[in-house]
T-cell receptor, first 118, second 115 residues
Framework: DTGVSQNPRHKITKRGQNVTFRCDPI?????LYWYRQTLGQGPEFLTY????????KSRLLSDRFSAERPKGSFSTLEIQRTEQGDSAMYLC????????????????FGPGTRLTVL | GENVEQHPSTLSVQEGDSAVIKCTYS??????FPWYKQELGKGPQLIID?????GEKKDQRIAVTLNKTAKHFSLHITETQPEDSAVYFC??????????????FGSGTQLTVLP
């Protein structure tokens, strides 16, 4: 399977703990996005990378959140001092910059990591 | 920023009937409108998209229409089947050629196709 993969699929943690999620995009996709989805809502944009550079961050991304993409391949999203309000599905998507010039820069989503903060 | 409204929130149809989901957007600069299908426990999957230079696009049983003047777009599914049951999201974004497309999603429509 060459789609977007995310690990872990589920994470249960206690309030105040730190958690880290990983996203592996589709091979050769140089754009990577993180979204957050709460129950009954659509995904909300968090941040975006082009290669290793983080180019956009949403106001939703508080100081407790940090994302990296050190080598322009996989990405990690870390939440420090988790709060119950952080409970959500964290989705990763990737797309191709080259495809965007062709008007076909579809964002392909992974299965998500469901975070539960107790 | 962009705001996308989606209606209805739930929709039940009989197998074989058509389903229509409608979305409106607020930013007239938005130029890309994808539709995603999300099944339980899975990530969203693109089913069709449309760009602002096109008024309608069709792919087998699925079609999307766009009215730029009214700033609304719709998803039409014909000959619905039980496997069409899922949550459907509309989204909007604006970008120039080569720029990133941050998506703003609607709140979703739970479609149930009754056998």
């Amino acid at each position: 399977d060459t789609g977007v993969s995310q690990n872990p699929r589920h994470k249960i943690t206690k309030r105040g703990q730190n958690v880290t999620f990983r996203c592996d995009p589709i091979s050769e996709h140089n754009r990577l996005y993180w979204y957050r989805q709460t129950l009954g809502q659509g995904p909300e944009f968090l941040t975006y990378f082009q290669n290793e550079a983080q180019l956009e961050k949403s106001r939703l991304l508080s100081d407790r959140f940090s994302a990296e993409r050190p080598k322009g391949s996989f990405s990690t999203l870390e939440i420090q001092r988790t709060e119950q309000g952080d409970s959500a599905m964290y989705l990763c998507a990737s797309s191709s910059k080259r495809a965007s010039f062709l008007g076909t820069d579809t964002q392909y989503f992974g299965p998500g990591t469901r975070l539960t903060v107790l | 920023g962009e705001n996308v409204e989606q209606h209805p929130s739930t929709l039940s149809v009989q197998e074989g009937d058509s389903a229509v989901i409608k979305c409106t957007y607020s930013d007239s600069a938005s130029n890309y409108f994808p539709w995603y299908k999300q099944e339980l426990g899975k990530g969203p999957q693109l089913i069709i998209d449309i760009r602002s230079n096109v008024g309608e696009k069709k792919d087998q049983r699925i079609a999307v229409t766009l009215n730029k003047t009214a700033k609304h777009f719709s998803l039409h599914i014909t000959e619905t089947q039980p496997e069409d049951s899922a949550v459907y999201f509309c989204a909007a974004s604006k970008a120039g050629a080569g720029s990133a497309r941050q998506l703003t999603f609607g709140s979703g429509t739970q479609l149930t196709v009754l056998p």
